[in-house]
């Protein structure tokens, strides 16, 4: 298939993909957005079009994958501001001695250790914390999803062993 018929069956498409990116996005401007993007990844991967295929159902794919992707690069920023955001609440917040001093000393002492772990354990560990979920530390880190859960659990058993018979009492 040549560059223009490739060209002439994505403008033919144009109004129904304007139409699905509306149903996904719920939003004007976005759909646009959307279907614009579309656009530009269906002829950059021209060559990825295998011919006497459906053509609709290939481009509305790249389509509904596009704006998965968005929607989970969005939802990985909001998550890094929330998490930022309650972090600096916590710097910011004034520990009142009095309270419970034992608290402070025993989250300093859970932070020190967590520092200690090698960085490979201590990413994916504080990612998960945070409330990373395994397939998103996985994405971020680069690396498989099961490296992810079995670092993040030598790293939980590594503290419960340099804390274990420690008892708090409120």
């Known amino acids: 298939m040549t560059q223009i018929e490739f060209s002439n069956k994505i403008t033919t498409l144009y109004s129904a993909m304007e139409f699905f990116a509306l149903s996904l996005t719920k939003n004007l401007e976005s759909a646009g957005d959307l279907t614009q993007e579309t656009c530009l990844k269906a002829l950059k991967n021209k060559n990825k079009y295998r011919a006497n295929t459906n053509f609709k159902a290939w481009v509305f794919t790249i389509m509904k994958n596009t704006f998965i992707n968005n929607y989970n690069k969005i939802k990985r920023k909001q998550a890094l501001i929330q998490s930022t955001e309650k972090h600096n609440q916590l710097l910011e917040r004034k520990i009142d001695p009095s309270t419970h001093p034992e608290k402070h000393y025993i989250l300093k002492e859970i932070t020190a250790e967590i520092k200690k772990m090698r960085l490979d ?7 998960h914390l945070e409330g990373y979920k395994y397939q998103e530390i996985s994405e971020a880190l680069d690396i498989p999803i099961g490296t992810v859960k079995s670092r993040i659990y030598l790293a939980k058993q590594a503290l ?5 018979g420690y008892e708090y009492r409120s």
């Open 121 to 127: 354990h201590r990413q994916p560990f504080t990612m």
């Open 160 to 164: 419960i062993k340099k804390f274990k």
